[in-house]
């Protein structure tokens, strides 16, 4: 069967290819350069299956986008008290770059900020440790999170630093509150490092599907973070990953998020999902307009939203048996997007046999709309390749039976 996970995606990106409001990042002559028109869509499970679409392999800096997997580091590296010596975990409901620190102890508000990020990068690899080792440790751990070896754009680094004047400000500022002893331009070059590594939609979907699952690569299998660290980092980056916007994002989308100036944007849905998109529009904020749109109608189409009732889900297919000629898939409990993606990948492996597919969803305690929409269009693509199908739903927990190319399923009473 081929799977309609990735059809789905193309379509989400058709749907927002008409958007064309926002602008590319235009303060360097590298983020002025990229094409507009670039656009891509990428989904990690925690159990790694990777389903992309649109641009997903084509290369672009980190930026912003940087700052969680950093925080993530230092937490790592120095436990949470030391971390949160240097920088706090409050929104601050201000812009990227603000020249702002909390007036009872003059610490950067939050990671997520410039302020944050680059007190946070002077904590990586001890405060003797040179720029060129800072970065490599970084750019190491972020190769292992993507499971591939990064690179970091030097050129564009160096574009940057040319027009570093307020980041430089802000290296001034925490120096002068101790916050940080590097000098400001060594500072502010660390931290530019880190931005300036390239990814593409498809790694940082990994990437954000590592934190989602509680640290581990959901593809290499290797254990890099702490389930501690993965949640703070997730619990800050819904507060604060989308600066000024953040509070409207958790509200409209409800998935902990970090954008970059270069078009990317990331959402980790805990427990189940990595998302990364990558469009260079810009709105105001800094953040991709079309990422922003993506987001929204994925959140509401495959309900996703972290606040919604039906996120607890135990695996979707209970068991697959064989009597005579019939095989009969049994699924149990919540049927979500991932639900409906475990069915969708077990499927697609298991060697079905004989002529007849029994699906049985007495079992099922509820479809959303995504998991319902999945499975029945799984069982259409079934259909196609020859086999016939029949659904056993005693309850009714299917509620409609018609496919996407409207015929409709056939029903049987009795198992056999
Ligand atoms: N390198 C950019 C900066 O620090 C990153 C900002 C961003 O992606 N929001 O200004």
């Excluded at 990437?207 to 619990?235: D, N």
Aim: glycine letters at 10%; one cysteine or more.
């Amino acid at each position: 069967m081929k799977p309609p996970i990735p059809d789905y995606l193309t379509d989400i990106l058709d749907h927002v290819r008409g958007e064309e409001g926002g602008d590319v990042a235009g303060y360097i002559r590298e983020l002025r350069d990229a094409d507009p028109d670039l656009l891509a869509l990428a989904l990690c499970t925690t159990s790694g299956h990777v389903y992309a679409a649109g641009d997903a392999d084509v290369e672009f800096t980190m930026q912003s986008i940087s700052k969680p997997f950093v925080y993530a580091l230092a937490l790592q590296e120095l436990g949470p008290d030391a971390v949160n010596g240097v920088v706090g975990m409050e929104p601050s409901g201000e812009a990227f770059n603000e020249l702002s620190l909390d007036q009872n102890d003059n610490r950067p508000v939050n990671p997520m900020i410039n302020a944050g990020a680059i007190a946070v990068n002077q904590l990586i690899n001890g405060e003797d440790s040179s720029v060129e080792d800072r970065l490599e440790k970084i750019r190491a751990l972020f190769s292992r999170l993507a499971g591939r070896e990064l690179q970091v754009d030097h050129g564009l680094c160096a574009s940057e630093m040319a027009t570093a004047d307020r980041n430089l400000s802000i290296a001034h500022m925490l120096r002068n509150h101790d916050i940080i002893h590097d000098e400001a331009h060594d500072a502010v070059l660390s931290y530019t490092g880190q931005c300036s590594i390239l990814v593409t939609t498809r790694d940082l979907s990994v990437m954000s599907a590592t934190l989602a699952g509680g640290g581990v690569q959901p593809v290499t299998g290797e254990r890099i973070l702490t389930p501690e660290v993965c949640r703070l980092t997730l619990a800050v980056m819904s507060s604060a990953g989308m600066y000024d916007g953040a509070g409207r994002w958790m509200a409209g989308v409800g998935i902990p998020a970090k954008s970059g100036v270069a078009g990317g944007l990331i959402g980790t849905l805990p427990g189940q999902l990595g998302i990364a998109t990558f469009s260079p529009r810009l709105d105001s904020q800094g953040n991709s307009v079309r990422g922003v749109r993506i987001f929204e109608r994925l959140s509401r189409d495959m309900g996703l939203h972290l606040m919604s009732a039906d996120h607890h889900s135990v695996p979707g297919v209970r068991s697959i048996t064989r009597e005579g000629d019939s095989t009969i898939i049994r699924l149990q409990g919540t049927i979500n997007f991932t639900a409906a993606e475990n069915i969708l990948h077990e499927l697609g492996d298991h060697s079905l046999g004989g002529k007849e597919l029994i699906l049985d969803v007495s079992r099922v305690t509820s479809f959303n709309l995504m998991g319902r929409r999945m499975v029945k269009e799984g069982l259409r693509r079934l259909r196609e390749k020859g086999f016939a199908c029949a659904i056993h739903d005693p309850e009714g927990v299917l509620t409609d039976l018609e496919f996407s190319d409207g015929t409709y399923a056939d029903t049987v009473a009795v198992l056999p």
